[in-house]
């Protein structure tokens, strides 16, 4: 399992604590921190460790904790995944949007803190997250796991920094409303782009927004990656007027070959860029090697392949992402 889909313990700068289960169960009872704003509280619903209901367990956690003061919170699984139930996170979403007053300090959410053995991140059931950066205009970190039924109404957000959206397929439509989004203060945008086996249809047109940079002008970070037309991503960024004004361009963990990396770097100058990030991929060692004395020292270059894989049937190569299902 990829270290990055493992169960978080660390988020919003601050350790994850699971909010204990029911009284009187053994295995998940614990202590609950007197401080409460140092760390961040995970609630998850039924699975392999809890019995509660998701609407209930997130109850509870407001009874017993003074949420005035929770910093950062995590959603885990809100599903009963071990019996197959696949609930959408509207529950979720419904839940937190009701107690909005509740969480005057929240500045971090994660929604769908959920590891393989729970559900394949392209099994999660998502809702309409947007309506939770609604509820909480003072949010400056959100992040979401999965895209199956996910929606992203477009919106104005005053106090968003970090945008994540992971997945194995995310859908043109989605990519679409994110790129038609508002967020003058976003310095981090990462997207999981996917497979199209996995509703990863966005083609490089949806992306013409982001690229453009105008709704985005603090952006540092960005991330276009796990995707299987990352050559066509890199050569339009190679010419994207956002790239201009990045610190750090990711493009890894897709399938990005030869011709994607050779195209991104007779585009615009990217030495002002302090990282570029390629790792996962199918590049030559010739072309790692042009990487390397076009770009560095000035910037750090990440050409690991990693556990990038192919194999040829019937003539044709095929080689994978490396999050798809």
């Given at each position: 399992?990829?270290?990055?889909?493992?169960?978080?313990?660390?988020?919003?700068?601050?350790?994850?604590?699971?909010?204990?289960?029911?009284?009187?169960?053994?295995?998940?009872?614990?202590?609950?921190?007197?401080?409460?704003?140092?760390?961040?509280?995970?609630?998850?619903?039924?699975?392999?460790e809890v019995e509660e209901p998701w609407p209930e367990h997130f109850a509870r956690f407001c009874e017993q904790v003074d949420t005035t003061r929770v910093r950062a919170f995590v959603a885990g699984s809100w599903a009963d995944l071990v019996d197959g139930e696949h609930d959408t996170s509207d529950l979720v979403i419904e839940a937190m949007a009701a107690a909005r007053d509740r969480f005057p300090a929240l500045r971090s959410v994660f929604l769908g803190d959920?590891?393989?053995?729970?559900?394949?991140?392209?099994?999660?059931?998502?809702g309409p997250v947007s309506e939770l950066l609604a509820a909480f205009p003072e949010l400056t970190e959100f992040v979401v796991r999965g895209s199956e039924e996910l929606s992203f109404a477009p919106l104005r957000h005053e106090r968003l920094e970090k945008l994540t959206v992971q997945s194995g397929g995310l859908p043109g439509a989605v990519v679409r409303d994110i790129a038609a989004c508002d967020f003058p203060?976003?310095?981090?945008?990462?997207?999981?782009?996917?497979?199209?086996?996995?509703?990863?249809?966005?083609?490089?047109?949806?992306?013409?927004?982001?690229?453009?940079?105008?709704?985005?002008p603090s952006l540092k970070y960005l991330a276009l990656r796990n995707s299987d037309i990352q050559d066509e991503i890199c050569a339009a960024l190679a010419t994207a007027p956002v790239v201009a004004g990045l610190e750090t361009l990711d493009v890894s963990m897709g399938v990005l070959t030869d011709t994607g990396a050779a195209a991104l770097l007779a585009g615009q100058p990217l030495t002002h860029l302090k990282t570029l990030d390629m790792h996962h991929n199918y590049l030559s060692p010739e072309l790692?090697?042009?990487?390397?004395?076009?770009?560095?020292?000035?910037?750090?270059?990440?050409?690991?392949?990693?556990?990038?894989?192919?194999?040829?049937?019937?003539?044709?190569?095929?080689?994978?992402?490396?999050?798809?299902?």
């Amino acid at each position: 399992m990829p270290e990055y889909l493992e169960r978080l313990t660390e988020f919003g700068g601050l350790p994850v604590f699971d909010f204990p289960d029911a009284p009187g169960d053994p295995a998940t009872a614990g202590t609950i921190p007197t401080e409460i704003e140092s760390v961040a509280w995970r609630i998850a619903g039924p699975g392999f460790e809890v019995e509660e209901p998701w609407p209930e367990h997130f109850a509870r956690f407001c009874e017993q904790v003074d949420t005035t003061r929770v910093r950062a919170f995590v959603a885990g699984s809100w599903a009963d995944l071990v019996d197959g139930e696949h609930d959408t996170s509207d529950l979720v979403i419904e839940a937190m949007a009701a107690a909005r007053d509740r969480f005057p300090a929240l500045r971090s959410v994660f929604l769908g803190d959920i590891e393989p053995e729970e559900a394949e991140i392209s099994w999660i059931r998502q809702g309409p997250v947007s309506e939770l950066l609604a509820a909480f205009p003072e949010l400056t970190e959100f992040v979401v796991r999965g895209s199956e039924e996910l929606s992203f109404a477009p919106l104005r957000h005053e106090r968003l920094e970090k945008l994540t959206v992971q997945s194995g397929g995310l859908p043109g439509a989605v990519v679409r409303d994110i790129a038609a989004c508002d967020f003058p203060a976003l310095t981090h945008l990462d997207l999981w782009l996917g497979t199209p086996h996995y509703l990863g249809d966005a083609v490089v047109a949806d992306f013409a927004p982001i690229l453009a940079g105008d709704r985005l002008p603090s952006l540092k970070y960005l991330a276009l990656r796990n995707s299987d037309i990352q050559d066509e991503i890199c050569a339009a960024l190679a010419t994207a007027p956002v790239v201009a004004g990045l610190e750090t361009l990711d493009v890894s963990m897709g399938v990005l070959t030869d011709t994607g990396a050779a195209a991104l770097l007779a585009g615009q100058p990217l030495t002002h860029l302090k990282t570029l990030d390629m790792h996962h991929n199918y590049l030559s060692p010739e072309l790692c090697a042009r990487l390397r004395e076009t770009l560095e020292p000035a910037v750090s270059l990440d050409l690991d392949p990693d556990d990038a894989d192919s194999y040829t049937y019937d003539g044709e190569v095929h080689r994978y992402i490396s999050v798809s299902e």
